[in-house]
């Protein structure tokens, strides 16, 4: 049996009588990387701050290695946080700032250098010990957050949107570096992030929320495959799922037939329980399309802008027949498509995705 | 172009004219009276040039030696007294509580009044013989004291007034308390620094530079104190709150020593500039700037 090393049973959290988090109930499991993503005012960093204590939930409670900790102080929680905009002490220098909390716990001075030098080595500061944070860069002031919270030696390292500071080249390295670190350490560690790439390289589970609530939770590629509704299916991938308005012809329990105004596609799919004639959603990831071959069955129309990104290409395509609809097809770097192209565009119906009009999904892919 | 050269010196010179008229000229002019012998009843065309002679006067001059002594103890006593005290009311009510604005407006209000005639004159009342502190003390059984009448009272009694005053130092002292980001507190919060251990190791460096500011203006104002001594103790008993600007006034216009009252002032200026050029020097060494250093990035990575 794995160990859970955070437990949140039923949280809420109400700022004057506007509640922010709605009972949320999750286990996070020892050594995972948990990443709650959403957007913003989804409550994400809200429920961070309850875990780390700087918020006291309303009602619910919240466990850590085992231990009832919903009113205990920050500092008696085995918690260490980075936070967003670093909180390094302006007027302490990096050795210093790291070795802070060491200090106050009263330990010897030997020991606060020699902890405070093996966070530097792994974290590559040791050059910048005696420097003010003032004279450092944003990815190094970064790193001087973590080092902070890596002395501590936490059960569990929370991050609170780390990386939102930093350029995107700077983003993507300290990604590596933090993946690298947690690889190394260990440690439970939760992340909370807005932007779902992070989420999904650095996570081994994902927790997306909405409005104060869990919509899904899962291993990054069951939420990208298996998107429990319409909201979840929008948020992950990039650039995100084309979704299309359609009607359910026919539901045999192998297969789902859904019209569209160029006709009917038939998806392999069990369980679907909707009637007949209920408005669906067909979800189409950019990557899942492609030019059709001649004897494809495909949605045609044409298209109204390509964004060439070098090793991609992302043509934008009206659908005939679809008002107001746009599709976002991925193409190879160097496709010849250009605005106002008539395009044929087939997918594969085992990879298309099917949401009822509470925009729950619908029914199951046979593997 | 020329035209709007000249509206715009039309719209600053009330200011030029104010400061030739009423600053630069008197400060010359003091200085070439404080050279001079000039006396108030006489012309000024009589006055005569006596080179360094009064400043010399002043050493030879035990009222001005008693006074010198009795405003640097006024100084010493109420600039760090002062400080502290806006400080503590300003972490106070830096406290997020119910009605807090008004509590903050409520503590301000003694310095709008502040060091105003009106205030001095009840402060005279309010220490009096038989004003209101000895009334009180007489309620409790306690017995009366002399407090405008024994050096030592009479010097507690204006370094009070000047303590009441505290509004002005703690309304910037309020400003620098918000503009410390909260994250550091939850930072310290996580760190388990306690609420003493967070005011001595984050909020009072943070504030230095505010704490600055405030000691150069309240040793500015210290060094000038005059309502208090002329209104409530006339200087006295015994020359024991005979605060400078108060000898540089009886000087002038109780004796008419002009020359020599100017001479005074010029020695009063020279210490504020000198404490202020002290401060200064100093705050290298305990003032901290966060402000981000313009080659910081380039020096990172």
Known sequence: MTKISVRLNDVTKSFGGHEVIKGVSLDVEHGELVVFVGPSGCGKSTLLRLIAGLDTPTTGALHIAGKDVTYAHPSKRGVAMVFQSYALYPHMTV??????????????????????????????????????????????????????????????????????????????????????????????????????????????????????????????????????NLFVAGFIGS????????????????????????GTFSLPRTGVTAAQGENLSLGLRPEHLHLAQDDEPALTGQVLLVERLGGETFAYVAPDGFENQQLIVRLDGDHAVAPQDRVRLSFDPRRAHLFGEDGAALGRTEA | MYKNKFVGALYISPFIIGFVVFTAFPFLASLILSLTDAHLQDQLSDAHFIGLDNYGAMFRD??????????????????????????????????????????????????????????????????AGDGLINQLLHHLHLGGVNWLGEPSTAMFSLVLLRLWEFGSAMVVFLAGLKAIPSDLYEAADLDGASRIRQFFSITLPLLTPVIFFNFIMQIVQAFQEFNGPYIITGGGPMKSSYLLPLMIYEEAFKYFQLGYASALSWVLFLIIAVFTALAFWSQSKWVFYATENPNGESRGE
């Open chain 1, 95 to 228: 050795e210093d700032n790291i070795g802070f909390a060491l200090k106050i716990k009263g330990l010897a001075k030997s020991e606060i250098k020699a902890k405070v030098a093996r966070a530097a080595d792994i974290l590559q500061l040791t050059p910048l010990l005696k420097r003010l944070p003032k004279a450092l860069s944003g990815g190094q002031r970064q790193r001087v957050a973590i080092g902070r919270a890596i002395v501590r030696e936490p059960d569990v390292f929370l991050f609170d949107e780390p990386l939102s500071n930093l350029d995107a080249s700077l983003r993507g390295q300290m990604r590596v570096e933090i993946a690298r670190l947690h690889a190394s350490l260990g440690a439970t560690s939760i992340y909370v992030t807005h932007d779902q790439v992070e989420a999904m390289t650095l996570a081994s589970k994902i927790v997306v929320l909405n409005g104060g609530r869990i919509e899904q939770v899962g291993a990054p590629l069951d939420l990208y495959r298996n998107p429990a």
């Open chain 1, 239 to 262: 650039p995100r799922m084309n979704i299309l308005p359609v009607t359910l012809e026919a539901a045999d329990g192998a297969s789902a037939t859904v019209a569209t105004p160029q």
């Open chain 2, 62 to 127: 035990a009222t001005f030696r008693k006074s010198l002594s009795v405003t640097f103890l006024y100084v010493f006593l109420t600039v760090p007294l002062k400080l502290a005290f806006a400080l503590l009311m300003a972490v106070l009510l830096n406290f997020r509580l119910r009605a807090i604005g008004l509590f903050r407006t409520v503590y301000y209000l003694p310095s709008i009044l502040g060091g105003s005639v009106a205030v001095a004159v009840v402060w005279r009342f309010v220490f």
